[in-house]
Nanobody, 127 residues
């Protein structure tokens, strides 16, 4: 059974930093496309970081320069380092992984064909 376990969420003041972690079991990151999403409506998620199978990363303008996604294949773990956080970053964050293929930029949280999801981490940024 594939499981993605998230950790690292919490509450932080504006301008602060947090790091989210996502560790996989029953699934190998090495040949996969990985992403971090955040929920922007009742059940819809927007991608805020993409790690392609060749290691390239990309981000939307809303987080570019502030968020950094990375992976440690030896630990089968991916990370999202978030800096200069603002109240607008408050959301539930999810890690996601899919063998080989690209992940969609917008998707219903927890859904999508052959997409594996973490359980979600709440990030709250106070002003």
């Amino acid at each position: 059974e594939v499981q993605l376990g998230e950790s690292g969420g919490g509450s932080v003041q504006a301008g602060g930093s947090l790091r989210l972690s996502c560790t996989a079991s029953g699934f190998t990151f090495g040949s996969s496309t990985l992403a971090w999403y955040r929920q922007y409506s009742e059940n819809q998620c927007k991608m805020i970081a993409l790690i392609e199978s060749d290691g390239r990363t990309s981000y939307p303008d809303s987080v570019k320069g502030r968020f950094t996604a990375s992976q440690d294949n030896a630990k089968n773990t991916m990370y999202l380092q978030m800096t200069s956080l603002s109240p607008e970053d408050t959301a539930m964050y999810y890690c996601a992984a899919k063998l080989g293929e690209l992940l969609p930029p917008f998707v219903y949280c927890g859904q999508g064909y052959l997409i594996h999801w973490g359980q979600g981490s709440q990030v709250t940024v106070t002003s």
